[in-house]
């Protein structure tokens, strides 16, 4: 009896051992999806997948890159956020990692394409797709070179994926020079775009494959397990959040709707739609990096300067038009990226509020308006209004009394 429970005891710890064994055999691979326009909603995305494959002892962080780009700032996070992690980093371009999906692919310890696959063209243009200065070229340029550097990439490559009047005709690749004759764009005085190919050749990519099986494969990875982190609600929700048009026009209905609201007896619908556009603008703008803890003082301070004003001195003078220039100049700054821009940036941003203003003044009106015409909003006043008339009646009854 002893005997067999003894050999059942052993059999058990046999079984425990070898799950225990194969378990650590299987390479834990975290997959993070970057695709279409980078905005400063996929930061958040990047430092929640990278935390969650810290907490859970991942031994690889596969980046699925498939993108023409997008901000500047957000790609600089995301770049950031890739270079401070300890695990071994992969940036899979799944087609396409054009302008700032560049820097993010660079950023990371290896480079893999699929066939016909293209990398590069990173100069930093506006909105409109015009060029900007000179000052935001130098700084992606360097930014570019630096990451790539820090990669065991070529510098020279990266810093002519901004700046297409770099010259230059060789390169060393693992020891060997090699002349520059067949990358698209050196020779006609263009941004530098690399196929597969070209960008395996001159030592940008390291391999090729067409999934991130085939990746796993050429790592010699053949024991894995695959979590791919996927966007949550409060991530999209916050892409929403920052789009430019939408952030203008929150913090619009806000500063209306609270300015309004302090120069009216009581508090109503305005002040309150106000309150919950500016906290949603600059909450999302803080959890983004796009507002910085001086943007946010910056209009606390306009708030409380209008709050002064409506409160403790009667009529609008000094304190209440300061408290309005202070209050705009903070939002302002919530649509200009902490990375050097152009004055074409700071002129659009412009732009872009004072229409954000003139459409949320124009909207605030029509609302009210349907506000004031529907039959809740004519049976409320009808009922305050009868109030109002019972209590004079009262009172005149109760002077003839």
Do not use: H
Not at 309 to 330: D, Q, R, S, T
Request: hydrophobic share 45%.
């Amino acid at each position: 009896m002893k005997t067999k429970f003894k050999n059942i005891l052993i059999g058990i710890t046999f079984l425990f051992s070898a799950f225990i064994a194969a378990d650590g055999l299987n390479k834990k691979v975290y997959v993070i999806p970057i695709q279409d326009v980078i905005d400063l909603g996929i930061p958040s995305l990047v430092n929640r997948g990278i935390d969650l494959a810290e907490s859970n002892n991942a031994d690889l962080i596969i980046f699925d890159i498939d993108t023409f780009g997008g901000r500047v700032d957000a790609a600089t996070q995301i770049k950031d956020s890739i270079s401070s992690t300890e695990i071994e980093t992969i940036a899979f371009i799944n087609r396409r990692a054009i302008s700032a999906g560049s820097l993010i692919s660079l950023s990371c310890d290896q480079i893999y394409m699929t066939g016909g696959a293209t990398i590069g063209a990173t100069s930093v243009v506006d909105m409109s797709g015009s060029k900007q200065s000179e000052k935001s070229q130098s700084y992606m340029r360097e930014e570019m070179a630096a990451t790539a550097e820090k990669s065991g990439k070529n510098p020279d490559i990266a810093r002519g994926m901004v700046d297409e009047e770099l010259s230059f005709e060789y390169l060393v690749v693992d020891g060997d020079t090699l002349q520059i004759d067949d990358i698209e764009g050196r020779k006609e005085g263009k941004l530098i775009t690399l196929t597969t190919e070209l960008a395996i050749k001159y030592g940008i990519a390291d391999g090729k494959g067409e999934s991130i099986e085939d990746v796993l494969s050429s790592l010699k990875i053949e024991d894995y397990n695959i979590v791919t982190v996927d966007e949550n609600w409060s991530e999209n929700v916050v892409r929403i959040l920052t789009n430019p048009t939408v952030s203008s026009l929150l913090t619009t209905f806000g500063t209306i709707g609270v300015i309004s609201e302090l120069y009216s007896a009581g508090w109503g619908i305005g002040g309150t739609i106000g309150i919950i556009c500016l906290t949603l603008a600059l909450g999302a703008g803080y959890l983004t990096q796009l507002a910085s803890s001086t943007d946010i003082l910056i209009i606390l301070s306009g708030l409380a300067l209008l709050l002064v004003e409506a409160i403790a001195i009667p009529g609008f003078g000094v304190f209440g038009i300061a408290g309005i220039i202070i209050l705009f100049y903070g939002l302002y700054l919530l649509l200009i990226p902490d990375v050097p821009v152009s004055p074409e940036i700071y002129s659009e941003a412009l732009d872009g509020f004072s229409w954000a203003i003139v459409v949320g003044i124009f909207g605030i009106i029509f609302i009210l308006r349907l506000i004031g015409k529907s039959a809740f909003f004519q049976k409320l006043v009808s009922s305050d209004s009868n109030k109002t008339t019972l209590k004079k009646n009262f009172k005149n009854r109760s002077k003839v009394e």
